[in-house]
């Protein structure tokens, strides 16, 4: 399976890092493609302009063609995995605008109209989608306040993947408190459970070999 990671922290050598790399070297041994968008070590530009704004959608193609590298990555991905740091109660900034510049009409979905009540996702290659975050509140205190930045991305966003796209979020919550055991036994959680993303990948190659020779 193709997974994009899409990562977001300033620090190389953040607990975000470290988070970043044991993913990846779990989605590689599981025998996935994986390719990585690091947003701060790119200078990704998050700003949708007041230029970009006035032609969001009556000329789509050109804001397209500037992150035509970020679509393309997007569209080929079967499985879309987030890893940043929750800051007041969401993704980063830099996050954040990345998927309002990138995940744009025609790309992440087609906007309502006078016959359509709502959008509707364009993103049906989008089959597993997985969010590996940290945040400082602790669990109790999201809960109550209806955890904002799940609600956004797993319920909000998840309607534009495929309809049985499967979620997974893993989250270490009250981070300024932990101990190394902890930090540790998380980067190992989110090893176990990037290695069962999607399902053993090998075996579903061979399974699609087996159907297209009957």
Not at 24 to 40: F, M, N, P
Not at 77 to 98: N, Q, R, S
């Amino acid at each position: 399976m193709r997974v994009l990671i899409v990562f977001a922290h300033p620090c190389r050598e953040s607990y975000g890092a470290a988070l970043l790399a044991t993913a990846r070297e779990s989605l590689l041994r599981a025998g996935h493609k994986v390719e990585v968008i690091d947003l701060y070590a790119e200078n990704f530009d998050p700003v949708l302009s007041a230029e970009d704004w006035a032609e969001y959608v009556s000329n789509t193609d050109r804001l397209i063609a500037r992150v035509a590298p970020h679509v393309a990555a997007l569209r080929r991905a079967e499985g879309l995995v987030f890893v940043y740091p929750t800051w007041m109660y969401g993704p980063p900034a830099i996050l954040k605008g990345w998927m309002e510049r990138v995940w744009l009409p025609g790309v992440a979905f087609e906007v309502a109209s006078a016959t359509k009540m709502r959008a509707t996702g364009r993103l049906q290659n989008i089959r597993h989608f997985a969010v590996i975050t940290t945040s400082g509140s602790p669990w109790w205190w999201l809960r109550l306040i209806r955890d904002p930045g799940r609600s956004m991305l797993a319920r909000g966003y998840r309607v534009l993947f495929h309809p049985r796209c499967r979620v997974t979020w893993l989250q270490l919550h009250d981070m300024n408190h932990r101990k190394p055991r902890d930090l540790k036994a998380f980067l190992a959680k989110v090893g176990t459970r990037m290695s069962r993303f999607g399902g053993p990948a090998i075996q579903r190659k061979s399974d699609e070999r087996r159907t297209s020779e009957a």
